[in-house]
């Protein structure tokens, strides 16, 4: 084949609920049809559809608005797979039409997944799509690769069909020290509990990585970790220093549609290409799903009480070290679930993970945005973004540090499980 030679600009702009900007392309005159079919900005967009769609328009809880980013990306990295073949898909599928179009098959396959999860916002996801075929040549290339993302889209619904989402799950558990109640001041009933149960995307069970519970009540352990939270938690009286309180705040946003738009700012900054941009966002969204429904089973079978009943009852607990404050309440109002482990840092560890395998640890390069305090905060390392967000959550007074790291570790774990079995290049 004749050498080419080719010039790619990707331009996009990562917004929380908008859909990234086209891409525009220069190539030579023989190459301009390939080249179009081959756009990056594809899969940004359509993560950025999926985060409106589900967010936006649905309302979808973060941790089940997780689990649909999860079927989303999986579909769009299998019909891109069928069609260029250097990441093996989750699923087995037929290989495309060698001239298919990724970018028709990217674009099909989120359109097809979204459409039948959400069919009260088939008038918008069809505009999307109609915009986004309207970029590619009629043809060959368009018509199979539209062939492969229907045909990777039905493979992840059929997978996915019976798989316990929204079954008639419920909490119902006794008062007693350490076991979770409703919080002030709505004193909800656990929400979504159905997750903890829902079959994973990659791991054999929800339980399959076993966490090692809260501490004791009586142990010292549990006693520093409930004075930690009582003293800088607080909603007023606090220890907290004002760059904490605006940490903390920063982070009690939408946490999947924080990160959704960090990975759209990174996939664009680091100029991946169609299949490498489909990897990361299958690989960082389905350890994600499965770590958020891993820790809802941990939250529903520990079913461990928040910080403010454990220090409003602390008279309760059996520990000599620790002091009840029947006045004491959090910055902001507690989430209606239990409390370990965090489902946060459930999140946060399968991304610092995910990215330390693509990118090394020392250089996720991720910039976050918070739409509640209209700030952007970029991390370098891994670490950096593991510590600042498990501290974040205990100076909302949400938690206490064991919920926070072994939350982490569990997101790590799932990783480390994963990347060895998924998503791996074809030929290794």
Known sequence: MAARTLFRLAVGFATSMAVATSTALVGTAQAAPRLAAADPAVITEWNAVAVRTIFAEAQQAPPVGQLYLGFVSIAVHDAVSAVEGRYAPYAKQPRAHRHASPQAAAATAAYEVLSHYFPASAQALGSDYAASLARIPEGVGRTHGIRAGKAAAATLVRLRTGDGRNADVTLDVTPAPGVWRPTPPAFAPMAV??????????????????????????????????????AMGAASGSARTPAQTETALFWNDNVPRQYQTAFRDLATRRHLDLDDSARMFALLNATAADTAIACWRGKYDRAYWRPITAIRLADTDGNPATTPDPAWSP???????????????????PTTAGLSHLFGARHIDLTVDSAVTGTTRHYTTAKALNQETMSARIWLGFHVRKAMTDGNQLGRAVTRWAVGRYFRPVGR
């Open 193 to 230: 509990p159905w997750l903890g149960f829902v079959r994973p995307l990659l791991l054999k069970s929800p339980t399959r990585i076993r966490l090692p519970g809260p501490d004791a009540l009586n142990s010292k352990a549990y006693a520093r970790d409930v004075a930690e939270v009582k």
């Open 331 to 349: 910055l902001v109002a507690t989430p209606p679930y239990p409390e370990y482990p965090s489902g946060h840092a459930c999140l946060t560890g």
